[in-house]
């Protein structure tokens, strides 16, 4: 099987908490995969460690077979991101803030710029600074910025937060554009189940710093989910915590 990314084994302490336990997390090359988990489950933290931001306290990352240690730089450069909230020079106008970006990321294109600008519906607001921009613009802003260098995989964190249905509904049809024509692997994160079974191929649930389970989308649809709580040492259905996330999950499932 050919991963885009793959973390071993991969942990994360903070002052003696463990914020990620032995996470295994499979991404396949070309598909769009969603990282569902509630509040202080873990995503960003993840996100934090396969960019680079953080060093993980044990384990591994694998971009595209390639130890992420090995050549960080151009692992990076393979990929666009958003962690957390996209953060902006908020005086400076949208389309300067991409050339910025291209700047840091020594891609020189400006036809890139105006074609994410044109795609993410900015052209009109470019020249204007981020400061006056709206949540939504913001959001499909930083989309854009993390599209703009035409990584091989994109990840997402939380990317519909501040964006209506009519707004999520575009730029899934964008996301599935670019898995579709230009290969690209994408990886989402969600606190919730609803909103992205239109567009996962496969879907990791995390909880409390642990990949509970990966599952098909079509598997996720029909099949329940079951772990071992390990510091309970026995089988437990999805919390009640994850119930809203899990919302499509009527019985435990008895095998695994
Ligand atoms: N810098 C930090 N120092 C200590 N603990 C942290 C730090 N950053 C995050 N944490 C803790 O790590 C855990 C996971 O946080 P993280 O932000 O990764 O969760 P999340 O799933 O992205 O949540 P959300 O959906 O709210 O963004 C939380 O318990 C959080 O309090």
Not at 108 to 125: A, C, K, T, W, Y
Request: charged share 25%; glycine share 6%.
């Amino acid at each position: 099987m050919e991963y885009a990314l793959q973390t071993i084994n991969l942990c994360k302490t903070i002052k003696e908490e463990k914020i990620i336990i032995n996470c295994d997390m499979h991404i396949r090359k070309g598909e769009i995969y969603t990282l569902i988990g509630p509040n202080g489950a873990g995503k960003t933290t993840i996100i934090k460690l396969i960019t680079n931001l953080w060093k993980p306290t044990d384990g591994a990352i694998q971009i595209f077979k390639q130890p992420l240690s090995y050549n960080t730089q151009l692992a990076l450069q393979r990929m666009g991101v958003i962690v957390d909230k996209p953060i902006f020079y908020e005086e400076l106008s949208g389309e300067n803030n991409l050339k910025i970006h291209c700047e840091y990321m020594n891609y020189d294109n400006q036809r890139s710029i105006e074609n994410v600008l044109d795609l993410f519906q900015l052209s009109g607001v470019a020249q204007k600074p981020v400061k006056n921009y709206s949540l939504g613009m913001r959001q499909r802003l930083g989309v854009a910025r993390a599209v703009l260098t035409k990584p091989e995989l994109l990840i997402l964190d939380e990317p519909n937060s501040n964006l209506d249905s009519t707004e999520t509904k575009y730029l899934w049809d964008l996301l599935q554009m670019l898995r579709e024509e230009l290969g690209v692997t994408i990886m989402i994160t969600s606190r919730t189940a609803s909103g992205i079974e239109d567009i996962a191929d496969c879907v990791g649930i995390i909880n409390r710093g642990k990949v509970i389970t990966e599952v098909s989308m079509k598997e996720f649809r029909e099949k329940s989910v079951s772990y071992i709580d390990v510091k309970l040492g026995k089988r437990q259905c999805v919390e009640p915590l994850l119930k809203d996330v899990l919302n499509h999950i009527d019985h435990v499932n008895s095998g695994g």
